[in-house]
């Protein structure tokens, strides 16, 4: 399998505090990876970083074939990114948004309008398309918010938290479009906080402090550790990293 995601001894500082640890992944075509941590573990300035939209302090990154410090231009035409406070506008119609969003791809108008007509049939948006964004519920906008990342069918999806604050049926509903997505080829890079969630990846990177303490599938990260389910192996490491560290 082709690799789309390559870090090498990733690192990245804000002043003197080392927010992202030397850390090192790669990541495969078609496949989901699920990055979790605690509040504050470093999950979204690596993902800035992996976007070209943070510089790191120290280590490499290839995205797609292309260099983060040199090519982060090819990277954002390579890319998807859904960001943890991702911004809808809220006086808009659900496809004026989209519109918005898959024009700033910089596609023309007649290939951004097709784009938009053939994503909002497929995420389940045209019965809603001439609705006030606002008066729509949040599992909906979660829905608009991934269709305007993914109208230019990116090859990688960076999802940054995309399920906080929605209901399990949604979120449920959310990870059937997540799959579809990878089933057809896109590489689907994703943080959450739901440990159900964890379980529906592909491989799993757990982070703590600015470093991966542990990665593997999820069926091998419960082997590892002798646990059944990922929260127990969370918890676990993060208890383990505490201890070790205090
Ligand atoms: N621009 C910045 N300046 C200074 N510190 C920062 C900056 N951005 C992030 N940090 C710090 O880096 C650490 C990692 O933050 P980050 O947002 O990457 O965590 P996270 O894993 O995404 O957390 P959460 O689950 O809460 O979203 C935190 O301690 C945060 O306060
Ligand atoms: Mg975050």
Partial sequence: MSITVQVENLTRKFGRFTAVDDISFSVSKGEIFGFLG????????????????????????????HDIYTHSFEIKQAIGYMSQKFSLYEEMTVYENLEFYCGIYGKGDKETKSACREVAAEMGLLDIKNKITRE??????????????????PQILFLDEPTGGVDPISRRDFWELIYAIAHQG???FV???????????????????GRIVAEGSPLELKNRYQKQNIEQVFIHLVRRESEMNS
């Fill in 38 to 65: 605690a509040n504050g573990a470093g999950k979204t300035t690596t993902i800035r970083m992996l976007c070209g939209l943070l510089m790191p302090t120290s280590g490499k990154a290839m995205i797609a074939g």
């Fill in 186 to 188: 896109a590489t689907v």
């Fill in 191 to 209: 943080t959450t906080h739901y440990m159900d969630e964890a379980e529906y990846c592909n491989r799993l990177s757990i982070m703590h402090n």
């Fill in 136 to 153: 729509i519920p949040a599992g909906l906008k979660q829905r608009l918010a991934l269709s305007c990342a993914v109208a230019h069918k």
